[in-house]
């Protein structure tokens, strides 16, 4: 009989969570304001991937939302997903709900793991919240909140690049700007354009260090998307480079990429000029590749004369096509050539042979292999350095995309306690059962559970069992009607990561309704005594 009503409970709250959240969200009994996505994973090698935690930002409309007074369950904002996308820490409801980009684990600050990203500004509110850079340390505790402290409107979407050392971040920049259009055959007609750039800001305080725009070095006819034919545009205008991100070498240099001119830049980190263009119109290099409307460039090996670059190549948009698949590129420039070389060194295919026509990541992995976020509902894959897939996976939803995707070694050690919920269900004194569900957001390290109950508030805590951590939320179901309960989380040498506070157990508002079927209330049993 204990078993039918456990299962009963059990079928009761897997009802009410199905017609509270879509059955591609997840739901909790310990964050019941959390459903966080859930993901579709395939593997095809696994002894092969890389070690390490996905970190993507979920969203479901790229711009921000207008305020309502409508409650709405936490589920766009960042999240960490282990390998077999079972969630390890959800902070959509740490940041309202809103918007974040660029989340990732960060390792370049210290010996200690820490996060980063971009909060995007508010909703029409007039330029009040311009949106904030966020580094996190490992307890989720916020160390630094990035301002914009100069004249732009926004923090820029499209990068948060936090340098070695952590004292200053790279960004990018966009500024309106009204311009004589005789750089397209124009003479003495002006017009509207999006400046595209970058900034170095120190991470303490938001300053600007150094800024960097396109207007001046980047003519207007390198875009591809615009042409003399193209009439004059009113505020904001036209966006002809579209920046997408930005990096820099280890001799100060910045890789700036470029998606409206298909162009990777190589910019002095001395006087601004472009010390080289690849792709494009103009590229500078003879290369054995092409490609187009790319992102998320990044230097993987870099020195004065040659460089190993990363990226994604698009080979698309929302309005048309340039090849037939999207793929991650790793190629190799020497300047020391006449004419200057670039070679195609790998080619990871997107694995449904499909087309990221918007946004997307490319990441080295530390044993060679390459991690590729192509955006558009979450798809990823992880691939050996041979091309081999290894892995591919996509949220389960269709109404959600991040517009980077992150795999990193991370220890997740949160300043809150474990969450734990316990209910008691039965039909009569001798047929109780209490029913645990615990979590601990954002623990990485958690191996297995124990369980306590006591007699009362001050009385000595009794170990009453211990399970194996299953899954974000863990359940456990002990005999007996127990109260005053606490969990520890215990990492698998034996040492206890955090304990929760003491709870009362939940108890059914109608008991006879719950399906008790004896003579009186009951009451909790001591758990000193039972066997």
Request: charged share 20%; with cysteine; hydrophobic share 35%.
């Amino acid at each position: 009989m204990l078993f039918f009503w456990v299962l009963l409970f059990l079928s009761f709250r897997g009802i009410v969570a199905e017609a509270e959240a879509d059955d591609d969200l997840m739901s909790f009994v310990t964050l019941p304001e959390v459903r966080a996505l859930k993901f579709n994973v395939a593997y095809y090698d696994r002894e092969s991937v890389s070690p390490g935690y996905w970190f993507v930002a979920p969203y479901g409309v790229i711009d921000p939302e207008a305020p309502t007074k409508q409650w709405k369950p936490c589920q766009v904002g960042p999240y960490i997903y282990d390998a077999d996308g079972t969630l390890v820490w959800a902070g959509s409801c740490m940041f309202d709900n809103r918007n974040i980009f660029d989340f990732k684990a960060i390792n370049n600050i210290d010996d200690k793991s820490h996060l980063s990203f971009i909060l995007q500004h508010g909703y029409q509110d007039g330029g009040r919240d311009k949106g904030y850079g966020y580094i996190l340390d490992q307890n989720y505790e916020v160390e630094s909140v990035v301002p914009v402290t100069n004249d732009l409107s926004a923090f820029n979407m499209h990068e948060f690049n936090v340098l070695p050392g952590g004292k200053t971040a790279l960004a990018c920049a966009y500024r309106n700007e009204y311009v004589d259009l005789g750089d397209l055959g124009r003479p003495n007609e002006y017009g509207w354009i999006v400046a595209g750039g970058f900034v170095e800001l120190d991470t303490a305080t938001g300053d600007v260090l150094y800024e960097w725009s396109s207007l001046g070095y980047i003519p207007i006819h390198e875009s591809v998307k615009v042409d003399s034919r193209s009439p004059p545009a009113s505020q904001p205008g036209w966006d002809y480079v579209h920046v997408n991100s930005i990096d820099k070498s280890s001799t100060g240099d910045y890789l700036l990429s470029a998606r409206f001119t298909s162009t990777l830049y190589l910019i002095s980190g001395e006087d601004g000029q472009i010390k080289w263009r690849l792709g494009g119109k103009y590229s500078d290099f003879v290369q054995d590749f092409t490609f187009s409307k790319q992102h998320h460039a990044r230097f993987v090996e870099s020195n004065a004369t040659h460089a190993i670059v990363s990226f994604l190549n698009n080979a698309s948009d929302e309005a048309e096509n340039e090849e037939e698949t999207s793929a991650a590129m790793f190629v190799q420039v020497d300047t020391t050539t006449t004419p200057m070389t670039a070679r195609l060194l790998k080619h990871y295919k997107r694995p449904d042979n499909g087309l990221t026509r918007l946004r997307g990541s490319v990441q080295t992995l530390p044993n060679g292999n390459v991690f590729v976020g192509w955006s558009e509902q979450g798809m990823q894959s992880e691939h050996s350095p041979d091309g081999k897939v290894l892995m591919q996976g996509r949220f389960a939803s269709t109404r959600f995309s991040t517009y980077r995707s992150y795999k990193f070694p991370f220890v997740g050690r949160p300043s809150t306690p474990p969450d734990v919920v316990a209910s008691v269900y039965g039909t009569d004194e001798t047929d109780l059962a209490t029913i645990f569900h615990v979590s601990w957001n954002g623990a990485t390290d958690i191996a297995t559970w124990n369980f306590y109950a006591r007699a009362d508030r001050h009385g000595i805590p009794v170990l009453i069992g211990n399970t194996t951590k299953f899954d974000f939320e863990t359940m456990y179901i002990a005999d007996g009607y127990l109260d005053w309960i606490s969990v520890e989380a215990v990492d698998k040498d034996g040492n206890v990561l955090g304990t929760s506070p003491i709870h009362r157990t939940e108890t059914p508002q109608n008991w006879r309704l719950a399906g008790f079927q004896g003579d009186t209330k009951p009451t909790s049993d001591d758990p000193t005594i039972l066997e």
